[in-house]
């Protein structure tokens, strides 16, 4: 009944959806199946360390089981879950000690980049600063621009989910994108 | 006020949201295999969210269940009681003063005409007090094992006359001791 509820978009029959707001847990656990890699994908480009991502992943999930009775219906069950996901991620990234980001000069850079240890050094660095940079931005425009960029949603999946028209999103993600100016310099001199 | 309008195709802007795209592509890492059987496995072990504060209180009972710890939250709600109790005491003390002008009146009232007597009822008071020993002595020769008698009697005469007395009369002469009393208060 529920195989058919699964598309690009998320979740998206009532069924299920009710299903899970009842609390049924084999319901929550297809969302978990669908939705894990989004999510997790999501508090990786906020977090950079692939560890500190799963347990974030894994604290959102759960948050949201505990408060499912919360979800309202207004937009899709992905875009409450990235909301969740990237507001407990920005919260992990602020209680974190500054220190070398070693963990995210992942293997995949590291063959992209073949034995040029300096671009990769150099890619990190231009990672980190972009991570830092959205961080701090005052809200709502952090969340605008972590929903639209680093969970790959559209400004309308974003307006829906965040409850606030389309109009008012688009201006948010604007002044977001004017506060991060400075990245593209800063991007631009490194190359 | 100078706000500057819309600019839909600020050229930097794109640029900023080109390297975002551009990170976000070269972040694609995928979750370990297992982390959605591990997320699965601590989702079951959740309590049941529709269980609400019942649930909740019993998890945090259950975490209270080792001896040490039962211990300390003994120890934390003796604390809550007594720390209720005091103030309870405080606020019984805080309330004790306007409890107490509610029987001062009459308290108030018997001296204010003994104070309000002594210069010029100070007579009256005297002559209540006067007229029952006068009546005693009189009494006792009448009747000598009596005095006992008399005197309960008349104290009791006395004593439950002068309050209407000295409310009476003092409310009598103290016609003007209602003036004094009250002008004094003002």
Known sequence: MWATA???????????????????????????????????????????????????????????????????????????????????????????????????????????????PTRVAVAAEERREIRAAVARLPEPYREVVA????????????????????NTVKTHLRRGLERLRPLVTIVEGDR | MNRRPPDPVDPDLDRVADELERFAAAERGEPPIDLASRIRAAVDAAPDPGAGWRVSLAAVLRAWRTPARGLAMAAVLVVAVVGALA????????????????????????????????????????????????????????????????????????????PSESDNSGPGGGGGDNSGPGGGDD
């Open chain 2, 87 to 162: 103030v309870g005491q405080l606020i019984n003390e805080a309330r004790q003063p306007n409890v107490g002008t509610s029987p001062s009146p009459p308290a108030f009232v018997s001296p204010s005409p003994s104070i309000s007597p002594t210069p010029p009822p100070s007579s009256s008071p005297s002559p209540s007090p006067s007229p029952s020993p006068t009546t005693t002595p009189t009494a006792s020769p009448t009747a000598s094992p009596a005095p006992p008698a008399p005197s309960p009697s008349d104290d009791d005469e006395f004593e439950t006359p002068e």
């Open chain 1, 147 to 166: 929903l639209r960029f680093f969970g790959d949603m559209s400004l309308a999946d974003v307006a829906a989910a965040t409850g606030r028209p389309l």
């Open chain 1, 6 to 116: 699964w598309h690009d978009g998320g979740v998206d029959d009532t069924a299920l959806i009710d299903a899970v707001r009842a609390g049924d847990r084999h319901a929550f656990g297809l969302l978990v199946d669908q939705e894990t890699a989004v999510i997790y994908r999501a508090c990786l480009r906020i977090l950079g360390r692939p560890h500190d991502a799963e347990d974030v992943t894994q604290e959102a999930f759960l948050i949201a089981f505990k408060s499912i009775r919360g979800f309202r219906g207004e937009g899709s069950l992905r875009g409450w879950l990235l909301r969740i996901a990237t507001r407990q991620s920005f919260r992990r990234l602020s209680q974190r000690r500054p220190t070398a980001d070693l963990d995210s000069v992942g293997e995949p850079f590291l063959a992209d980049f073949g034995a040029e």
